[in-house]
């Protein structure tokens, strides 16, 4: 389960997938929906309330999503939520081909700072 902390669309290309999207509560995480995604659909990610989610690839082929987001989600610190014991730690994603700006920081993470609404 993660958000992206950006607005954006994706949209499924090849196979099926099952979209759990999230609310972030006072305890962790909930889940407020289930979706059923075919190919040629896509859906919408809308901080910051509509942006955490879990994907699970429920067809026999691999599902192939694309990506229109507003932000280097390869870079940014963001959130990923385990809903079953509450917690909330920073990751990134890592998926980019170039070096991130602050690969500096160790360990003060942007998330850790920013977005207080999410932890």
């Known amino acids: 389960i993660h958000d992206h902390l950006a607005w954006g669309l994706i949209g499924l290309y090849q196979g099926t997938q099952d979209e759990d999207v999230y609310a972030l509560t006072d305890h ?24 955490i989610h879990q994907i699970t690839t429920t067809s026999d ?39 991130c700006e602050d690969d500096t920081h ?3 993470h942007p998330a850790d700072h920013d977005h207080s609404h999410r932890h």
């Not at 979706?35 to 509509?50: H, S």
């Not at 990506?67 to 909330?88: K, M, P, S």
């Open 61 to 99: 082929v691999t599902s192939v999503s694309l990506h229109l987001l507003t932000n280097d989600t390869g870079c940014i610190w963001r959130h990923r939520f385990d809903a079953e014991l509450g917690t909330t730690e920073p990751f990134r994603s890592g998926y980019v081909n170039a070096e």
């Open 28 to 51: 962790g995480v909930q889940m407020k929906s289930h979706n059923k995604i075919k190919r040629g659909e896509f859906f919408a990610l809308i901080p910051p309330d509509d942006d």
């Open 106 to 108: 160790d360990h003060d």
